[in-house]
């Protein structure tokens, strides 16, 4: 977990007593401050993924590539890296929405099943 900085951004939050009271005995037994309880609770419920973000920016750094090299021998070799790389992040993604099934959507959204 990233530890807060001095630069990271702040803001104001407004908690209900109950809550504040709940989340500073949590960070109590925690043996953590407030901001670090709340920052862990954070984390935990919008995890960040990072293979999805390495892999993009490799797949950056590919295009940057890519863009500037003029032997033919080495455009190939990058286009085929890119080829893997796009295919590494496709499944990445796969696995990420794969809890997601537009399935399970159906009793969720109207029309999605079509006209009625």
Do not use: C, W
Not at 3 to 26: G, H, S, Y
Not at 40 to 56: F, H, V
Not at 98 to 111: K, L, Q, T
């Amino acid at each position: 977990m990233a530890t807060p900085k001095q630069t990271d951004p702040q803001f104001k939050l407004r908690l209900p007593l109950d809550l504040k009271n709940r989340v500073e005995a949590a960070a109590r037994a925690q043996n953590r401050s407030i901001n670090a309880e709340i920052i862990q609770t954070l984390e935990k419920a919008y995890p960040g993924n990072r293979d999805i973000n390495e892999s993009a920016a490799e797949i950056a750094r590919l295009a940057d590539a890519i863009k500037s090299e003029t032997d033919p021998d080495r455009l190939d070799e990058l286009h085929e890296q890119m080829r893997d790389m796009n295919s590494v992040l496709q499944h990445e993604l796969d696995r990420l929405l794969r809890p997601f099934s537009v399935e399970d959507d159906r009793d969720h959204i109207p029309g999605l099943d079509g006209p009625e």
